[in-house]
């Protein structure tokens, strides 16, 4: 008899899992609270500036390897685009200089030794200064680890930790800000290359593993919220999601818990979570970029931190956004679009936009924080979590979260 695995949670962890398990020739079964895919990483329409938007933008590079694995896997590796060598163009708007980051191709960190290709104004010394990120652990302070001034913090080190963290730099986790470090900067230019879901998240990250699942016989049910867990002794006994609906899951059976962490806590009593969030801001504009226009620009000295060009579309992400949340929307979208003119070297007068702020985010990525985050087993033997909150050893990332998904996967792969 052909086993079940439960899926509970649509996005891109608990679809990473079904497409692991379903390519492994377990029966999927996907259930997902809300009437779409996707969770926090998503696509859609939206009337005000009468485009398809993200919910987030979201940068991928080309050393991640478990969502590059996943994107492949559902045949949309093609979809990830982004320049042929991993090169970053930067402008610091208090001061309008220019520059760019070149990371060459090389499985090296070789770029640090070429002056030319290096942030401006730094040298070899202020790199090796970062070496103690490397080693860190988990519980020790970005801002005691590695000094948080200077050239190369502010034009590199604090705009990747920023983004990568979702919190101050100093306050951030060493040993999650040293993962990073350790699979980019120094893991060389091959595993820099940005890739960009240009037609949008949902086309490349989420509809084609829906519809890949489906059209092998597996179920992807929307609105079907798990109230509650019944437990027989170390193991789900049975699914209840309301009234007499129910599933009773077979010996053989397992269940994948891919929702936020607050409903996993619902589910699961005593469950030890992250508990505290940093919000994200995007912005959208309705604008073609300029001929040539980088699809990634590191922004320095202003509100906005990195500016994506897409087909019709200037987007803009600001990260450790809780200080914008509730700043009046016409007023915060005239300021990231001054800021947006400046960097992209466009005029005019404001355009059709949209901002869509994410209050919870990512979890808070300090030791504290990061201390609260559970590993993928329970104390029921047929039950695992997913999500980009559990004990990855990356923070909040799409590759943290399609790991955790895999890791899911592969302790229900290894029950057999």
Known sequence: ???????????????????????????????????????????????ATNLTIDNGNHLLLSGNSHAVSYARSIGTEAGLVGPARAQFPFVDLSSGQRWQLDL??????????????????????????LAPLVWAGTDALVGKTIPCQGTLYDRLVQPLLLAALNVDPPEGSAGLAGAIVRETLLAGGQACRPLIAREGLSSVL?????????????????????????????????????????????????????????????LLPGLKTPTKFRAIVNAHFRVDPPRGAAPILGVVGGLVEWLFAFPQRLSVTISNGDRLVDRPREELAQAIWNDVCKAAGVSGELPPWQIVRERRATFEATPEQNA??????????????????????????????????????DLVLARR
Not at 2 to 21: C, F, N
Not at 112 to 118: L, T, W, Y
Not at 372 to 397: E, I, S
């Open 372 to 409: 609260l985050r559970p590993g993928p087993a329970t104390g029921q033997k047929n039950l695992f979590l997913a999500g980009d909150w559990t004990a990855t050893g990356l923070p909040a990332t799409i590759e943290g979260s399609v790991r955790s998904g895999d890791r899911a996967a």
């Open 206 to 266: 989420i509809e084609p593993a829906v519809k890949q699942l489906q059209d092998r016989g597996n179920s992807v049910r929307f609105g079907h919220e798990l109230r509650a867990f019944t437990m027989s002794g170390d193991r789900v006994a049975q699914l209840e999601f309301g009234g007499e609906d129910r599933v009773t899951l077979a010996d053989g059976d397992a269940v994948v818990l891919a929702v936020p962490p607050r409903a996993a806590a619902a």
């Open 104 to 129: 060459g191709d090389s499985r090296f960190p070789l770029w640090v030794f070429d002056e030319a290709r290096r942030v401006p104004d730094t040298s070899l010394r202020d790199y090796l200064a």
């Open 1 to 47: 008899m052909q086993k079940t695995v439960h899926i509970i949670g649509a996005g891109i962890s608990g679809l990473s899992a079904a497409m692991r398990l379903a390519n492994a020739g377990y029966e999927v079964a996907v259930h997902e609270a809300t009437q779409q895919a996707g969770g926090r990483c998503r696509s859609y329409f939206d009337a």
